[in-house]
T-cell receptor, first 112, second 115 residues
Framework: QKEVEQDPGPLSVPEGAIVSLNCTYS??????FMWYRQYSRKGPELLMY????GNKEDGRFTAQVDKSSKYISLFIRDSQPSDSATYLC????????????FGGGTRVLVKP | GAVVSQHPSRVICKSGTSVKIECRSL??????MFWYRQFPKKSLMLMAT?????????EQGVEKDKFLINHASLTLSTLTVTSAHPEDSSFYIC???????????FGPGTRLTVT
């Protein structure tokens, strides 16, 4: 079993819909959670960074962390074709020495 | 967020030659940099952790004599792929973190093709 599980997709939604992404993990020591967006042939771009459980909102993006269930989510409201990309969750903890453990990524396609 | 550059963005080299990839942190001093490689449609695989002024720490299975890392300053780390072979063809990406933070910022990546 992988340490971080993420559905590879592809997830296809119509423009304007809410995109819902999630990851599950097994290591209870993870405390810091990140979501990255990666366009084809580009480096990952940090979208959201959260510490411990709770919600965080930034524009059209909302990140949720439920440590009791070992489950994190990213919601994208009013999705645009430019949101079409691969979304990677990543996480780490103080014992990991800043090393990130990544999910496999979910490919998202927003159709106009 | 941090601004990270990589040079070159893509490189083609012949088998047996060496290639150097530069990673620069443009807007803060990065005490730690990471090097990853990524295969098509796959997630990132950590190769090594680079700390300024000390030897890099390599992940299990990564040959340190083949992938030479030099973190000579707080804004520059280099990855040299020595005696490159076609199986070294990949997308290489660096990332930086600022001291005391867990947020990692990635460079745009370097696509290496070995013929």
């Amino acid at each position: 079993q992988k340490e971080v599980e993420q559905d590879p997709g592809p997830l296809s939604v119509p423009e304007g819909a809410i995109v819902s992404l999630n990851c599950t993990y097994s290591n209870s020591a993870f405390q810091y959670f990140m979501w990255y967006r990666q366009y084809s042939r580009k480096g990952p771009e940090l979208l959201m960074y959260t510490y411990s459980s709770g919600n965080k909102e930034d524009g059209r993006f909302t990140a949720q962390v439920d440590k009791s269930s070992k489950y994190i989510s990213l919601f994208i409201r009013d999705s645009q074709p430019s949101d079409s990309a691969t979304y990677l969750c990543a996480m780490t903890g103080t014992a990991a020495g800043n090393k990130l453990t990544f999910g496999g990524g979910t490919r998202v396609l927003v159709k106009p | 967020g941090a601004v990270v550059s990589q040079h070159p963005s893509r490189v083609i080299c012949k088998s047996g030659t060496s290639v150097k990839i530069e990673c620069r942190s443009l807007d803060f001093q990065a005490t730690t940099m990471f090097w990853y490689r990524q295969f098509p449609k796959k997630s990132l695989m950590l190769m090594a952790t680079s700390n300024e002024g000390s030897k890099a720490t390599y992940e299990q299975g990564v040959e340190k004599d083949k992938f030479l890392i030099n973190h000579a300053s707080l804004t520059l780390s280099t990855l040299t792929v020595t005696s490159a072979h076609p199986e070294d063809s990949s997308f290489y990406i660096c990332s930086v973190i600022q001291g005391g933070s867990y947020e990692q910022y990635f460079g745009p990546g370097t696509r290496l093709t070995v013929t």
